[in-house]
Each structure stands twice: as C-alpha cells, then as structure tokens.
C-alpha cells in the first residue's frame, strides 16, 4: 500500500503510474550482476524496484549464444537476438534498468556454451575487455548494493563463476582511478559501491532461494528478505509471482512458474560495507542514505544552502507521491518537482562542498529529473504514436513518418512540439510548431526522412534508427520522452541472398556429379528491382543457374533460384560456396534472416551469405532406411537427408498405426519426449524394439517428459544436479572401451581423428544411474574429473536393441563436424551388422 509520510491510502490503483512515482521515495540504487538473460533474481528485484520504489538495475554479461532454443531452430547469434529481446521486456516487467556488456554479433564476451571454471570462462572471453565493461558500467550507473547472482563454488556454471570473480574485485577497483585511467579523461568518475551481498547458501548447500513454510536457517546470512507471502496491493500479487510474469517472457528458455502466495525467502550475506554493518543488520538499505533528507543531515552548517535545497527536493518529491492517484494532481506536482530540482543543481554545481559529495549529489538529482520526466509522461496522458509509412528502408530511399500525440487527459498541455530522431546525416524535414493541447486534442505531424547511400545498415543490439520525441511545458517546467515506431525500422539490402543448404558436405566415397544450391532472394527495395545472382566458388568448380536475371515487382517479395554446382576434381576438405546479387550495379552478399516471435519485437539478423562445406569418407549402408521423431530442437535428419540417407521424418500418427517394421532404425531427436503425445507412444518403440527394431534415443534434461523408469525397456536415471553431468571440454579425450565392437567398425572404422575438432562441448546430462543389462562403450571426462562411461547405452530387448545416447550429436552434425557424421552412422546402423 502506498505509505508517505504514515499515510495511508484506500485507492482504485493505477500500476503504470505508481510504477514511476514510487521511485521518488528514495535516492538508493541496487544492481544485480549476471552472465546469462534469465540469470537476473527476478523475484527480489521486483521485490525492490516495484515493492521499494529503489533504482534497479540488471548487469548481464552475454546473450545467451550458447544455450538451447525451445521455441525455433535459431541458434547461436540468432538465439542471442531473441534471448536480449526477451530480456528487454523482462526487465520492462519489473521496471529495472537493463545493461548488457556484450555489444556485437561477433563480441569476444560471447556464450560459448558450458563451462566449469572462471579461469576457463574469462581465458575465452578476455578478462580485460570484460573487466573494462563492468567497470565502465559501475561508473556509469553507480550502484550503492550490488549483489551477483551466483557464487563462485564448483556447483556453479563457469560463466556465473567468473561473474561472481570479477564483480567482488570491483568492490575496491571501481573507485579506485587508477583502474581504467582512461574513464577519468572521458569523464568518468570513480565510484565506491556502499554494500556488496552474495547469496546466502543453505546449511545444506541448497537453492539461494527458499520456498517454505518457516525461515530456513542459513550459514553466514545476514539479512532474509520475504518475497512470496504479501500481495503488493497496487499489483496485486506479491513479488514472487511479479518476478515469474517476467520470467515468463524467457520463452526460449521455457521459463515462468505459477506460484501460490506462501513464504519465499531471499537470503543474502553482506560481505563488503563502507560501514561498520558487517556484523547485523535490519534491512539492506541500513547505513546508506535512503533520500534526500537522509544526505541533509550529514551536511556541515556551513552547507546550510545544499541543505535547505534538499530538503526542498525531497519535500517536492513526497508532495508528488501523495497525489497518487490522481493524474492531474501529480501532473501538475510533477512539474513543480522538476522546477525545484533545475534549481538545486545550480545551487549544488555552484557550491563548495565536497568534491565526491558534490559528484553524487549531481548524479543522484539528474537521477530524479529523469524520473520525473517519466512521471510527467505518465500523469499527463500525452499518448504520442510514431508510425513508418515504410520501416523497411534501403540506402538511398526515402519514407514518410506521422508522430501524432493526443491529450486523453484533464489538464490543457503546453508548447506540444513533435520531432523526430534519426541518425546524423540523414536529412529530415523540418517539425511542426509548438501548440497547446486542451483535453481531448491532438495534433498530428508528417515528416519525410531520407536515407542517404552511406547510411549503416541495421544492427539488431543498436538503437532504433528513427524514434518520435514529444516535449512540453507545465508550470514553466519543460520535460520530454522519446517514443519507438510501432514497427522496427531497418535498413536492408536492396536484395538479401539466403542459401539453402547453409553448409555442404560432400561424401568423398561417392562425390556427386552436381551439387544443387537454392538461392532465396528477397527484395528489399520500395519498388520493382533487377537482380544478377552469382556464387564465388573453389578454383575449379562451376555452377549453372535457373535464372540469369531475376525481376522483381514488388517490395518483399522473394524468387528462388537454383544453381547447379559441379565440383571440381578437387575437393578441399573444407570450402566456401559465398552466394551474391548485382542490383544497379552495387553488389549485396548478405543473408536478412527475420526473427518474429509475438512477444517480443520483430528483429532481423544480418549474416554474410556463406554455405560452408566440409569433404570427408562416408559408408552409408546401402538398404538403410531411417524413421525420425523430430522434437523441434534439432535439424540432424534434414543435415543426413542432404548426405544422401534415407530418413523418413515420423508423426506421432505414424509411430501409432504405420508399419514401423520397414525401418532399421528410428532415432529421437533432442528431448523428443517433450513433444505432445510421444511419451504414450513409448510401449509402441518399445514393440518395435522387441520385434527386432533398434532405437537410438538422444540426450533429455531431467525436467522433460522423458521417464526413465517407463520409456525405455530398461531404466535409466539422468543424473542430477545436471551441471555436475556434463563434459564441457569439447576437446576431452574420449577412450573407446570396446574398440573392436561393430559401433566403432561398421560401417564406417572409426578412428581417433573422427573425436578431432567437436564444436561446444561432448556431452550433456549423463546417466547416472542404469539397468545392468545395458552395455557401456566410452568414457570421457573434463580435466581433473572422474570420467563418465555412460555415453553411449545400448541393450538387447526381445529380438532389437536400445540405445541411449548424450553425446551433443546435434552440434557436431550442424557444425559439420565430419566425426560426427561417421559415428552416429554407426550407431544407427547397428542392425546392418549384425
């Protein structure tokens, strides 16, 4: 409930304006540091920033790159596309300020996947570009509480680790200058963090987070926070569940949990302090300033005038909070709140107080004028819509743009002036003039924007390239907000070049006379369009196509054409095929892949258009013929189809009633029991198992569907907790326990170069436990770990066989690693042999 000054309000509650009011109350900022999106504790920063009204900000290291995709195909940079948007609209969720240190699609603080140790984790980034960035960015946002996410113990993601490393050691280095010099010259300040906490772990080294009926007693805990138990009346739901709402947008992650109203405990230890708190404490904001009247009082007399002015502030600042919730009362207080805080900037930059006072004092008032603006954006219901007449743009075109703003509410808005924001040397028109709007009217406003021929081409991690802007007046008090197009705007290439198949590979036991490559082209341009497609390719290879000249009507619309290529005779074992377009004499070799999810905005990833292609021997039994339960999250049967194998793709209807016995083998996908209705169906494989049949079922998580007592014929247990089952190392030798068996010598003899050059990692979420009727292949570890032998499971069962495997097939095949296309070979060829 709103409480200011003891009072208390019985109100029709209004969450998009307490969302912004709220901070008013208080000067304290906290900010919570991570490696991966959804690495943010969601719950206690909902708890913070919408329960306490504090400034709150989520630091997170990288873009999810490495992580796996539940709702699409799209990995690696196109996972990060989608993993940032969802992150950006988390954080809107629980109103926390969102930094992000990984700034391009090719930046070295990339997710490489799974790793068990800071020092591995920070050798593959680059320690001192990920340092420079967190201080930077301490500097820039100065954060009084910072508190990691995770801790540095072995049960920990070696990302998270290294997060933990480097933001302890910031406690002293971010004000300390000579860290980062040249932050000074730039004008950066340093800054001392006040508080720094970790989480507190359980005495029996649990969850950070602890759901109960009771407070858990924790080892080294100084303060417990309760988040799951009070329903916040303004939002009505306690800060569990808010958090949850904004776990929920991590779809790709297939995060979000329904939680009941119950105790929720967030357990923190403070373990560096500027003052003498260390031993107990009441609440996290103990020992800091928590407004402006707090700082007052530390004020010498001689300061009297700072002191009068802040006290001013804060009065002001309380006056808005107490018209909530009425939009034309804070509107108007708003105003006069921003008047006061103009002029006790200019009292304090003309002071002579304390340099590092003054420093902080400065940043925490702009602080407050840029919150509220946001309240003045907010009470005035100003609605300002900025709509592209065509947000797909090409260097040299041009496209009109209407900012229209509307008065929705009571109050008469002075000096209304609407402009737009673009980048630098892209010409504009001029905007309208100022005008006051009385309840009710609007004005609307057509600019004409054009692109010029050096304009940079979309980015999806920088800022809109056009946005709307509204400024205003109330109480002769200006304040103005930027407002996004209801489309993204992007410029593109006049025509993209996508090529179908992405990667190549070529079986040097039975090389095609001709290879086929399909080249989707798709027009950009506002407009009809003449392409000239082409392929660059390895000296002495040719290639014929379908169409010489592609003519194109219409903006977006897409052509095919396919090229012929024959190879030459010869073939490197690993080549380039690189797709190109001629339009009006300017050539394009860029692939535009759309990303479009409904929560999240539209994005494009921008990539060069390059089929990559590898050459290796490959037996491929001639009368073997395939069944595949696509799951969703792999591509493996498409990659073996382009080799040449036969794979019929499998539809729950089919494993149901067809004839499963015209298959040698049928292999689940990643996590195929995730799919709807396959795990009914397992008593079906396992009938075709015993009729002689031989599946070979890929890795599941402990938190699929996947049951290892029921699915398979024999029991399975994956181990948990999963971060301890894994083998990281892509490069962990492998020892082959059974060379002589059939899986390692038809068809294909497998050899030690065929473990070479894995991408990522071997292994995830390994067996733990297994039925003794199972045989074991291999073993594999990462450094200075016990080896795991539960690789590769395979049983007898009635007259077929069962194999379970967690090796990353998946990766290997789409990276076109030639091993793993020669053993997973054999592991689905198994009933040839025999």
Known sequence: MPDVDNKTYAVEHDPELWKVVNPLKTTTSFLNTGAHPDDERSNLLAYLSL???VRTGSLIANRGEGGQNQIGLELGNGLGIIRSEELIEASAVTNVDLIILSEDLSDPIYDFGFSKSPDETLEEWDEEIVYERLIRKLREYRPEIVFPSFLNVDSQHGHHRAINVLTLKAYEDAANPDIFPEHLEEGLTPWQIKKMYLPAQTVSGASWQVPNNYQQTVAGQTISIEVGNEIDEVYGKTYAQLGEDSRYLHKSQGMGRDLPVQPIYVNLELVKSESDILEQEETIFDGLDFNFEDTAKHLNKKDNQVRGSLLKVQKALN?????????????????????EVSKTIKKVEKSKIDSTLKDDLLFKLRVKKEQLSKVSQVSSELAVTVEVDNPTLTKGGETTVKVTAKNNGDVSIQ???????APENWHVSTPGKKKNLKPGEQISVNFTVEVPENASYFHPYEKSMISGKATYKQQKESASFIV???????????????????????NQLDVPE???????LTNYVNGSAEAIPSLELPEGWSASASQEIVYFEQQGETQNVTFTITPGTDIPEAFEVAGMVEVDNDSFGTTVQPISYDHIRKQYYPYEAVSKGIAFELTIPEDLKVGYIDSGFDQIADYLKDIGMDITELSNEEIASGDLSQYDSIVLGIRAYRKEGLASLSDKLKEYVEQGGHVVAQYHTPSDSF????????????????????????????TVQKPEHPLFNFPNEIEESDWNNWVQERALYFPSAWDDRYETFISMADPGEEPFSSGILMAEYGEGTYMYTNLVWYRQIQGQVSGGYRIFTNLISYPLQK
């Not at 001709?514 to 989707?520: A, C, D, H, K, P």
């Open 319 to 339: 006056k808005v909070v107490e018209q909530y919730p009425s939009r034309a009362n804070t509107f108007e207080e708003s105003h006069k709140a921003l008047s």
């Open 484 to 506: 996004e197009p209801t489309n993204t705007v992007a410029v593109l290439p006049d025509v993209s070049v996508d090529l179908n198949p992405d990667q190549i590979a070529i």
């Open 707 to 734: 049951d290892g007592d029921e699915h398979p014929p024999f029991p399975i247990t994956i181990g948990t907790p999963s971060i301890r089952w894994r083998v990281t190392d892509q490069n962990a030798e492998i």
């Open 415 to 421: 000096d209304v002036l609407l402009e737009l924001n």
């Open 514 to 520: 001709t290879v086929e490559l399909e080249m989707v």
């Open 51 to 53: 329960g306490n009204g």
